[in-house]
């Protein structure tokens, strides 16, 4: 069993639609990481987020960490489809070592 | 360029046939971490290291081992490889302890055949 539950798994929707995405468990972590991977690549950090409660907005993405630190979701406005991509939430464990990884959420954003 | 380099990037091999993957950084990281990725699982740690000659397990060490005789790079040795091992398996590497980002390797697709 996955210890960070990801859904939805799979998200088609046309252009300019918003969309959410949650990663949820019954741990706490020290952090929580979105990364984003494109067929063929490694995943590239999007955004870290740390205090509970805390939101984080990057152009049309918001992000934001659950009050205890164990949940998190991803909100983007507007979809293009260059949001077309795999989308990877990663909690980090009490010191930073360790990191769990949720099942990702393929996004296909039609044109 | 910062980066994170993996070799090969494709190996097919046959079952018990010992293998190197290699994993080396040009950003003076102190950490560094394996990982495999399999379909509807996301990623998974394998094992990962704070530093020079210190290295621990992840979620899944069984069947691999590691080694960090230098900063820049984390070797993934499977000894005995066998069919459950076939994966697609990133490197990644971040300054340290702490809510720091993880530059990934491009991966290695591992067939054991």
């Known amino acids: 069993t996955q210890l960070l539950e990801q859904s939805p798994q799979f998200l088609s929707i046309q252009e300019g639609e918003n969309l959410t995405v949650y990663c949820n468990s019954s741990?706490?972590?020290?952090?929580l990481q979105w990364y984003r991977q494109e067929p063929g690549e490694g995943p590239v950090l999007l955004v870290t987020?740390?205090?509970?409660?805390e939101v984080k907005k990057l152009k049309r993405l918001t992000f934001q960490f659950g009050d205890a630190r164990k949940d998190s979701s991803l909100h983007i406005t507007a979809a293009q489809p260059g949001d077309t991509g795999l989308y990877l939430c990663?909690?980090?464990?009490?010191?930073?070592?360790?990191?769990?990884f949720g099942s990702g959420t393929k996004l296909n954003v039609k044109p | 360029e910062a980066q994170v380099t993996q070799n090969p990037r494709y190996l097919i091999t046959v079952t018990g046939k010992k293998l190197t993957v290699t994993c080396s950084q040009n950003?003076?990281?102190?950490?560094m971490s394996w990982y495999r990725q399999d379909p509807g699982l996301g990623l998974r740690q394998i094992y990962y290291?704070?530093?020079?000659?210190?290295?621990d397990k992840g979620d899944v060490p069984e069947g691999y081992k590691v080694s960090r005789k230098e900063k820049r790079n984390f070797p993934l040795i499977l000894e005995s490889p066998s069919p459950n091992q076939t994966s697609l398996y990133f490197c990644?590497?971040?300054?340290?302890?702490?809510?720091?980002?993880?530059?990934f390797g491009p991966g290695t697709r591992l067939t054991v055949t």
């Open positions: 990663a909690g980090a464990s009490y010191n930073f070592n360790k990191f769990y």
């Open positions: 290291s704070m530093n020079v000659e210190v290295t």
């Open positions: 987020v740390v205090t509970g409660g």
């Open positions: 741990s706490v972590f020290s952090s």
């Open positions: 990644a590497s971040s300054r340290g302890q702490g809510p720091y980002e993880q530059y």
């Open positions: 950003m003076n990281h102190e950490y």
